[in-house]
Nanobody
Framework: QVQLVESGGGLVQTGGSLRLSCAAS????????MGWFRQAPGKEREFVAA????????YYADSVKGRFTISRDNGKNTVYLQMNSLKPEDTAVYYC?????????????????WGQGTQVTVSS
């Protein structure tokens, strides 16, 4: 069992930056693929980024590539999402998720544990 708690969301102007954190409980954190997803009002939850258990491999949605960076610190049981050059279309609730297999996935249905989400609002 893994429990995830996100933090770091807030209101920022276009072009600004935010860093989201996701603290995980459980001794097996380092064995999970970790992902970030987001959901805007009236839209389906969409994949943002994922990182392998070691942190050596990352994968991004085209919409955030070059602007967002996912990283993890297994010693602190924490995964991060650094978001730069934010745009109004990045406004959403951002969710941290854990996948109990080593193969990457961009499908929300293939992640086993979820946090409660943190709101990110980018003003124009």
């Amino acid at each position: 069992q893994v429990q995830l708690v996100e933090s770091g969301g807030g209101l920022v102007q276009t072009g600004g930056s935010l860093r989201l954190s996701c603290a995980a409980s459980g001794r097996t954190f380092s064995t999970y693929v970790m992902g970030w997803f987001r959901q805007a009002p009236g839209k389906e939850r969409e994949f943002v980024a994922a990182i392998s258990w070691s942190g050596g491999n990352t994968y991004y949605a085209d919409s955030v590539k070059g602007r967002f960076t996912i990283s993890r610190d297994n010693g602190k049981n924490t995964v991060y999402l650094q978001m730069n050059s934010l745009k109004p279309e990045d406004t959403a609730v951002y969710y941290c998720a854990a996948r109990a297999y080593q193969r990457f996935s961009t499908s929300a249905q293939e992640y086993h544990y979820w946090g409660q989400g943190t709101q990110v609002t980018v003003s124009s």
